[in-house]
Nanobody, 113 residues
């Protein structure tokens, strides 16, 4: 079954850290880019960070210097440091192939004291 499985969300205090993981099943072929998006209540889904099969990365301005994306074969990680309440959202993993994109089910990240 073609799917993305995410893990690592949770509740953290401001200034804390979390690491998200996403693994694509072996049924998904030809991934050339993986990334993380997030959607806060009442807001549109936005790109957080992405990484290509050639290890080229892209970050939203709001997370530069705090978040780091990395990946291995069909797996992507997002290390999030210095988390702030504005980072609270559901985080979604995305994988792009030449045919279509795939989405994970989402994992909640809540930053609150």
């Amino acid at each position: 079954q073609a799917q993305l499985v995410e893990s690592g969300g949770g509740l953290v205090q401001p200034g804390g850290s979390l690491r998200l993981s996403c693994a694509a099943s072996s049924a998904i072929w030809g991934i050339y880019r993986m990334g993380w998006y997030r959607q806060a209540p009442g807001k549109q889904r936005e790109l957080v960070a992405s990484i290509t099969s050639g290890d080229s990365t892209n970050y939203a301005d709001s997370v530069k210097g705090r978040f780091t994306i990395s990946g291995a074969k069909n797996t992507v990680y997002l290390r999030m440091n210095s988390l702030q309440p504005d980072d609270t959202a559901v985080y979604y993993c995305n994988a792009q192939t030449g045919v279509r994109g795939y989405w994970g089910q989402g994992t909640q990240v809540t930053v609150s004291s």
